[in-house]
């Protein structure tokens, strides 16, 4: 099972950008995507971006489609998530996760989190 550790997360302006980073301790057959959910407050936890490892397919929520890019560095086994032009909405807890899939039922690693402030 892949362990997950994130950063990145800060305080930013609207229309600022943040780049997080998830390493993970190794790909396994198992870790067949990687992505990012995020948890604002009082809300449940969704999917904003992800990639599928072998072929390197990636997923974005509409919400943030054109702002966010996801990529991938193998050779430091790490996922990153660029995000430009940030809006207010986007505050939250973001985490990496890995699993099988888009859908949290398809996650089986999480990291811990890291926290996106986005202000006016």
């Known amino acids: 099972q892949v362990q997950l550790a994130e950063s990145g997360g800060g305080s930013v302006q609207a229309g600022g950008s943040l780049r997080l980073s998830c390493a993970a301790s190794s790909y396994t057959s198992d870790s067949r995507y990687m992505g990012w959910f995020r948890q604002a407050p009082g809300k449940e936890r969704e999917p904003v971006a992800g990639?599928?490892?072998?072929?390197?397919?990636?997923s974005y929520a509409g919400s943030v489609q054109g702002r966010f890019t996801i990529s991938r560095d193998r050779t430091r086994n790490t996922v990153y998530l660029q995000m430009d032009g940030l809006k207010i909405d986007d505050t939250g807890m973001y985490y990496c996760?890995?699993?099988?899939?888009?859908?949290?039922?398809?996650?089986?690693?999480w990291g811990q989190g890291t926290k996106v402030t986005v202000s006016s």
């Open positions: 990639i599928w490892l072998a072929g390197g397919t990636t």
């Open positions: 996760a890995a699993g099988t899939g888009w859908c949290a039922n398809e996650i089986y690693s």
